[in-house]
């Protein structure tokens, strides 16, 4: 009869790693010489299966499998989910020009990466796969996440990052006359500025006067055609001028009278 040998099955619980994964399977002949060569059934994915053990071949003696019958050659074993991993985002910063700037995502596994996003960090947007990003002034909060495949465990969500888009300043630059003389019209010294970015036109204009005195003309952006004033901050926003009285000389008419009582 044929010899009946049992197998010996190892440890039946794995994670998932992306590789043939099962029970290692052995047997021993007890025939002086001859080594029996087990071979068994695996799995790559995560979830629960059964190993079957099989004599594939046997080394020295006689080498033949049909001397031999195994036995429990079946093993249950379990490929459990692996942890995915966040994607390691970073905060970014820049001065306005008008052009989006987005998050630094990079990295992430197990699934598809998720963004959500917040102006106050408090108050928070429906999660997206868009990669967040701004154009305008301002902060954006964002926070990630790995929505789990079949293979893994979804992550929590990450903490805050930032990407934070400053004012860009404008300088004023004042004309060089600060004096002027009263004519009943509006006077104040002129203004000069540079619009900074392309496709942009700020229109500022300054406080003037009439009447003879001493001021403060002050500049202020009104508007921006193709943009928004929330993206500019002024600076050297203010001047001071006189406008002096004007000299009126007096004419006098004839000298010379007869007395007309």
Known sequence: NKKSVAVTWGGTTFTYNNTQQGPTASATSGVTGETLNITRTTAIDAGTYTSTA???SVTGGQGKTSNYTLTGTTKQFTINKANATNPTLTSVSKTYDGTALSITSTG???GT?????SENNSSWSAWTTTKPSRTNAGTTYVRAYVSADSNHNSTSETSSYTISISKREVSITWGTTTTFTYNNTN????ISYTSPVSGQTL???RSTAIDAGTYTSTATLNSVTNGSTNNYTLTN?????TINKKSVAVTWGGTTFTYNN
């Open 54 to 56: 099989t004599l594939s």
């Open 108 to 110: 992430g596994s197990g």
């Open 113 to 117: 990466i998720y963004y959500k996003t």
């Open 187 to 190: 006077q104040a010294p002129t």
């Open 203 to 205: 229109n500022i204009t």
């Open 237 to 241: 926003t203010t001047k001071q001028f």
